[in-house]
């Protein structure tokens, strides 16, 4: 058996193919968009309103708190969370959003069942238990730098709000605060804004950048 094989032939685990309907509409509309996408979990959440929270690997403490406080928020406000399961920020707000009772999205940059950093292992589990684990990279596909500011791009695709929940937004928001921090990293979050600011005529996209 192959390596694909034997990854799908274990929890909820499939492939969804550009030409198919359930294919992430957000996401079919990229011009390069993934041909494939290796999907962990819940692919339904896929199509849910969905908020991006991104930012610094090396957080303050107080970053990391306002992180996963900010996450749950929006989580309990009925927004899934998305995000890139990097170390800091990234995995402060998909644990905010679990420990939350909410969902998540992580993509990775590595292939579906390379959990990057290998610290996040227990993490990547727990996230395509209760959320779902996204990435178009295929089983064993190692860590390579080019392919995270690829990644971006899905992250920040697949953040959308809708009219109906703009009213959570602001509720959620007024409730915690992500504050960046004097010595913030700003580079990644940067790609994604740029990502993001790409596909700005798509109504409705909301994505936010924590460095702290």
């Given at each position: 058996?192959?390596?694909?094989?034997?990854?799908?032939?274990?929890?909820?685990?499939?492939?969804?193919?550009l030409?198919?309907?359930?294919?992430?509409?957000?996401?079919?509309?990229l011009a390069?968009?993934?041909r494939v996408?290796?999907?962990?979990?819940?692919?339904g959440?896929?199509?849910?309103?969905?908020?991006?929270?991104?930012?610094?690997?090396?957080?303050?403490?107080?970053?990391?708190?306002n992180?996963?406080?900010?996450a749950?928020?929006?989580?309990?406000?009925?927004?899934?969370?998305?995000?890139?399961?990097a170390?800091?920020?990234?995995?402060?707000?998909?644990?905010?959003?679990?420990?939350?009772?909410?969902?998540?999205?992580?993509v990775?940059?590595?292939?579906?069942?390379?959990?990057?950093?290998p610290?996040n292992?227990?993490?990547?589990?727990r996230i395509?238990?209760?959320g779902?684990?996204?990435?178009e990279?295929?089983p064993?596909?190692?860590?390579?730098?080019f392919q995270?500011?690829q990644?971006?791009?899905?992250?920040?695709?697949?953040?959308?709000?809708?009219?109906r929940?703009?009213?959570?937004?602001?509720?959620?928001?007024?409730?915690?605060?992500?504050?960046?921090?004097?010595?913030?990293?700003?580079?990644?979050?940067?790609?994604?804004?740029a990502?993001?600011?790409a596909?700005?005529?798509?109504?409705?996209?909301?994505?936010l950048?924590?460095?702290?």
């Open positions: 058996m192959d390596p694909l094989q034997r990854w799908l032939a274990h929890g909820h685990r499939r492939l969804l193919r030409d198919q309907p359930e294919y992430p509409a957000l996401l079919r509309h390069d968009a993934p996408l290796y999907v962990d979990g819940d692919a959440l896929l199509w849910r309103p969905t908020i991006a929270i991104v930012g610094s690997r090396r957080p303050t403490a107080g970053g990391l708190d992180a996963r406080a900010f749950g928020a929006l989580a309990r406000a009925g927004w899934c969370i998305a995000s890139g399961m170390a800091g920020i990234d995995t402060a707000a998909h644990l905010g959003a679990l420990d939350a009772g909410g969902t998540t999205i992580a990775l940059g590595t292939g579906i069942d390379v959990p990057y950093p610290g292992a227990r993490t990547m589990a395509a238990e209760q779902v684990v996204v990435s990279y295929a064993g596909h190692p860590m390579q730098a995270f500011p990644r971006n791009r899905i992250v920040a695709a697949a953040a959308v709000s809708s009219p929940a703009a009213g959570d937004w602001r509720a959620a928001t007024s409730r915690a605060l992500l504050s960046a921090g004097p010595r913030a990293r700003a580079a990644r979050a940067s790609r994604t804004r990502h993001a600011a596909r700005s005529r798509d109504a409705g996209a909301a994505s950048f924590c460095t702290a």
